[in-house]
């Protein structure tokens, strides 16, 4: 089943469009030069017709039309036209213009070459036999899920196994949702994640040769190719994204993504998530730059149970794991290290001896609303791995306050009913304590009426991402059927998986509202 759904799933996809003709046997004189110009691409699916138009002065309909799958055409006399379509209609729409319907006959899913007309005939004045070639033009097959598809090619097809090791000249082709071409480079690429890299739909990690701005997105080399294999939805990380980024939030950078079909080796692997990685640089996480000298610096850190990079430590009151990814091991020094540790050791420290927000205490090093949010947030999706914590992100540019966020990695346990009628992040980071606070609880009920209208926007994008996603989604579980139960929907259907969704979302948001001024 799984090599019939890969080989009905294969693009079409086409070459360069161009206009042009030239002759590839008898040249016509000066005084009557023959030519093909073709003016239009062509968008076929699957059984389906599309019109193009030729400019020719020949007498198109007299002689022998062809469209050949190689440019120049072959001259050995074997047949190289397409079996993946037809010309099924040759028409005169006056002086020098031809109507050219073509049909796709289902029976080839890959062009591989670019496309050419060649005519070959007597000339209508000169009696001559005359084989006239026009330029290559384009042939579109949209992905036929509607998604944009994602083409990578690893050298000699070698199997990406390491999330460590990254396989170098790889290649990557981007098409749109219509088959067209958007973006070709090279790149290397790794495995990435943690327990989403043991699951049997792997994710993926992207550095470009060069940096490129990839759909709507700005300009950069790294990149992220999210499986969302435990999500029935697909949804959830993009919806955590998108709810970062309402209106109002105070996040700085939010990632942003665009689902995909990804074919890996020629090898279809369903529904993926192209996202930009967590990082500092331009267009992303923006950080004014330190010297080896400077008192007062940037930087970025995870907070993660994994606790696995070069440089770490644990915060002194809760033993919180704190990894430095920024600056990162090739530039970080010893002073640098020491200062981020004594500023994560001073703010706990004024968070258990403190009962202010002024800046006379934490909120001298801690951004406060982006410390609500982020909490506010992970209560609105419920999502509890801040407990641990795992994923959780923070930075703070050099003479400013901690940020925290952006947020990641929400695929699973989130969106759900397991904490209802309850606040269930509590013990995100230092909430419970500061929520001692009267001050703080204040602030947190402030925050919540001032993003709700911002957030409650989600649902339109609920429904939209839905409406794009259903056929893909139904594909990709069959590549990829999950019966773990994570969220509570692995039984339901697409469609019935993202409205438990978002009926558990819209309870949830009704719910803090209810409750976030009585907090305790």
Known sequence: MRDGIKLYLAILFCVLLAAGCHDTREQPTPANPCYIEVQDSVVLFKYSSDTLYLNSDLPISDGRLVCHRSFPPKRSGANDAPDSFLITEIKSKGENLWRIVLSDTGDSYVYENSFCFSWSGRLNDTGDTCLVVSAPFTVCKPFFTGLPALVL??????????????????????????????????????????????APKKPYSLRL??????????PNRRWVLLANYLDRTLLRNHLAFFLEGAE????????????????????????????EKISVGDNRIDLKTNSPSDADISFMVEMDTNFDEVNKFRTPVRQLPVMIHEPDENDLTAEQASYIENYFSRLEQLIYNSNSLSEESYGCLLDLDSYVDYWLINELTGNTESWWPKSVFMYRDKGGKLIVGPVWDYDWGTFGKRYENKFCCL????????????????????????????????????DRQRDRLSYSAAINESMWPNDRDINGDETLSYEEAVELLKRNLRERMDWISEHIHSIQ
Request: net charge negative.
């Open 427 to 462: 013990d995100c980071l230092w909430t419970r304590q500061l929520l001692l606070n009267g001050d703080f609880r204040n602030l947190a009920a402030e925050r919540w009426n001032k993003l709700l209208p911002g957030l409650a926007t989600v649902f339109d994008e609920i």
């Open 248 to 275: 109002g939030n105070t996040s700085a950078w939010t990632p942003r993504g665009q689902f995909v079909e990804l074919i890996l080796n020629g090898e279809h692997l369903g529904n993926y998530y192209l996202c």
């Open 153 to 198: 090619n690893t050298p000699d097809a070698v199997p990406i196994v390491s999330k460590t090791q990254w396989i170098t000249g790889a290649e990557m082709v981007l098409f749109d949702e219509n088959g067209h071409q958007l973006y070709q480079g090279g790149l290397e690429i790794k495995g990435r994640g943690n327990s989403t890299w043991n």
């Open 209 to 218: 040769d060069i940096k490129a701005g990839l759909f709507d997105m700005p």
